[in-house]
C-alpha cells in the first residue's frame, strides 16, 4: 500500500506562490505518472497537471499553463508543484495521485493524497 501526503498548501495574496509537496511512502509497482488534481468549493475535482515518474514533458490544465511548474525527485520519491501568479480560482484542495496512464482522467489514478488547502485572496 502506497501512501502519499500533500503539504505546502496555505493562504496567499493574489499573485503571490506557493510551492507544494507531495510525499510518497514508496514509488508504487507499475504506476507511471504522477499528477496534481484540485478541487474548489462546489466544484468538480480537476486536472492540473502531470508528469512521468521517469521524466519526460509534464501536461498543464490551460488555467495554469505558464504559472505552475510541476516536478519529480526520484531518488526522494518527492514530487512538487510550483505555483506562482496565483489567482483567486486557485483556492482549492490540492491533491496529488499516482497512476498507470498518461491521462488527465482523474479516474486513472489510484493512489491519492489526503490533499492540502490553498487559498488565494484578492
Known amino acids: 500500500q502506497v501512501q502519499l501526503e500533500e503539504s505546502g498548501g496555505g493562504s496567499v495574496q493574489t499573485g503571490g506562490s506557493l510551492r507544494l509537496s507531495c510525499a510518497a511512502s514508496?514509488?508504487?509497482?507499475?504506476?507511471?505518472?504522477l499528477g496534481w488534481f484540485r478541487q474548489a468549493p462546489g466544484k468538480e475535482r480537476e486536472f492540473v497537471s502531470l508528469?512521468?515518474?521517469?521524466?519526460?514533458?509534464?501536461l498543464y490544465a490551460d488555467s495554469v499553463k505558464g504559472r505552475f511548474t510541476i516536478s519529480r525527485d526520484n531518488p526522494t520519491n518527492m514530487l512538487y508543484l510550483q505555483m506562482n501568479n496565483l489567482k483567486p480560482e486557485d483556492t482549492a484542495v490540492y491533491y496529488c495521485?499516482?497512476?498507470?496512464?498518461?491521462?488527465?482522467?482523474?479516474?486513472?489514478?489510484?493512489?491519492w493524497g489526503q490533499g492540502t488547502q490553498v487559498t488565494v485572496a484578492t
Open positions: 495521485a499516482t497512476g498507470t496512464q498518461y491521462s488527465t482522467n482523474q479516474r486513472a489514478y489510484d493512489y
Open positions: 514508496a514509488r508504487p509497482y507499475s504506476r507511471s505518472v
Open positions: 508528469v512521468r515518474w521517469h521524466g519526460g514533458s509534464a
